[in-house]
Antibody, heavy 117, light 107 residues
Framework: QVQLVQSGAEVKKPGASVKVSCKAS????????VSWVRQAPGQGLEWMGW????????YYAPKFQGRVTMTRNTSISTAYMELSSLGSEDTAVYYC??????????WGQGTLVTVSS | DIQMTQSPSSLSASVGDRVTITCRAS??????LNWYQQKPGKAPKILIY???TLQSGVPSRFIGSGSGTHFTLTISNLQPEDFATYCC?????????FGQGTKLEIK
């Protein structure tokens, strides 16, 4: 079955960077896009962008442009999302999701990133 | 960015009821509108895509409709497992924005 398994919770200091991994299984990793979505505590979902594992092409939401980098390692079917210059407003659960025709049809379990001094 | 506004932000209903959640877009998004369900502490789950197409495995009591700027999600014969937060997302133009969510609670 399709499964996306994300890396564990992180605690970071303001100004630091975080890199979240998302390991895919149960399907051909390069045949689907990977989207990243975050959710601050008690808040709604926020779309961050997507990556095409086949080519490595990416699109980042303007809000995150310059701070986010989405990459992949196709040999281990893993996508990564790195966010830099962290502030307290970046405290959130970060999700990866398999995406086809803009439908996020399978999601990782989420990774809590806490930014605190 | 296209703003997505849901109403109500929360509502209470009973098992067996029918409820409707509205999602409005700040500009025309055609039928590029998806609905997700999220339960506490869990990842969202796709229910409906392209306004009205049910994702495989989703019960037929979930019905999506609309176009342009006005969309609805109707849930008939509410079941205990339906009490959750529902969120719309436009995929007409990037960035693909979400509504703020509607929390459906048991009365």
């Amino acid at each position: 079955q399709v499964q996306l398994v994300q890396s564990g919770a992180e605690v970071k200091k303001p100004g630091a960077s975080v890199k979240v991994s998302c390991k895919a299984s149960g399907y051909t990793f390069t045949s689907y896009d990977v989207s990243w979505v975050r959710q601050a505590p008690g808040q709604g979902l926020e779309w961050m962008g997507w990556m095409k594992p086949h080519s490595g092409n990416t699109y980042y939401a303007p809000k995150f442009q310059g701070r986010v980098t989405m990459t992949r390692n196709t040999s281990i079917s893993t996508a990564y999302m790195e966010l830099s210059s962290l502030g307290s407003e970046d405290t959130a659960v970060y999700y990866c999701a398999r995406t086809l025709w803009e439908v996020l049809d399978s999601w990782g379990q989420g990774t809590l990133v806490t930014v605190s001094s | 960015d296209i703003q997505m506004t849901q109403s109500p932000s929360s509502l209470s209903a009973s098992v067996g009821d029918r409820v409707t959640i509205t999602c409005r877009a700040s500009q025309n998004v055609g039928t590029n509108l998806n609905w997700y369900q999220q339960k506490p502490g869990k990842a969202p789950k796709i229910l409906i895509y392209a306004t009205s197409t049910l994702q495989s495995g989703v019960p037929s009591r979930f019905i999506g409709s609309g176009s342009g700027t006005h969309f609805t999600l109707t849930i008939s014969n509410l079941q205990p497992e339906d009490f959750a937060t529902y969120c719309c997302q436009q995929t007409y133009s990037v960035p693909y924005t979400f509504g703020q969510g509607t929390k459906l609670e048991i009365k």
